[in-house]
Antibody, heavy 116, light 107 residues
């Protein structure tokens, strides 16, 4: 069974940094691209980043480009999202999701709150 | 970026009723359109991918259709467990973009 488990969220002040993790199991992690998607409270979904299976390519939404960095460690079956210069508008539930004909598998999400 | 417009934003329907949700793209997305269901407090769940392919384990009362810029999710006979918000997602081009959602409630 595919499982994705996010961690690392919390309450931080504007301008701070935070690093999210997503541990994957139940599939060959090193064979799949991985995404981060977020959802602000009572709002819709926003795709924010993609990393190819071998880290050869990375893509970002304009809203996070230059501030967030997606990475992965295939030896640890773990996806990361390093978030710098956090703003109040980054407050959201952050989900990791696995590529492949739509987002078939999602984590349970991790909450990030940016507030002074 | 491709804009995805869902309608209606809110829908109230009765058990057993046929329900149709719409999603319109700002340009042709070549059928790279998915539908997701999100229940309160849960992560989204894939229902349909590439316009009309039912994801594993999804009841057959859900179906999708469309082409070009216009796409539809149909629930043939609404069940109480279908109360949720439904999002469409285009995967034709970067950045992938979601619609704002249709909140479906029971009448």
């Amino acid at each position: 069974e595919v499982q994705l488990v996010e961690s690392g969220g919390g309450l931080v002040k504007p301008g701070s940094s935070l690093k999210l993790s997503c541990v994957a199991s139940g599939f060959t992690f090193s064979s799949y691209g991985m995404h981060w998607i977020r959802q602000a409270p009572k709002k819709g979904l926003e795709w924010i980043a993609l990393i190819y299976y071998d880290s050869s390519n990375k893509y970002y939404a304009d809203s996070v480009k230059g501030r967030f960095t997606i990475s992965r460690d295939n030896s640890k079956n773990t996806l990361y999202l390093e978030m710098n210069s956090l703003r109040s508008e980054d407050t959201a539930m952050y989900y990791c999701a696995k590529s492949g004909g739509g987002y078939r598998n999602w984590g349970q999400g991790v909450m990030v709150t940016v507030s002074s | 970026d491709i804009q995805m417009t869902q309608s209606p934003s809110f829908l109230s329907a009765s058990v057993g009723e046929r329900v149709t949700l719409s999603c319109r793209a700002s340009q042709n997305i070549n059928k790279y359109l998915d539908w997701y269901q999100q229940k309160l407090g849960e992560a989204p769940k894939l229902l349909i991918y590439n316009t009309n392919n039912l994801h594993t384990g999804i009841p057959s009362r859900f179906s999708g259709s469309g082409s070009g810029t216009d796409y539809t999710l149909t629930i043939s006979s609404l069940q109480p467990e279908d109360v949720a918000t439904y999002f469409c997602l285009q995967r034709n081009s970067w950045p992938y973009t979601f619609g704002a959602g249709t909140k479906l409630e029971l009448k």
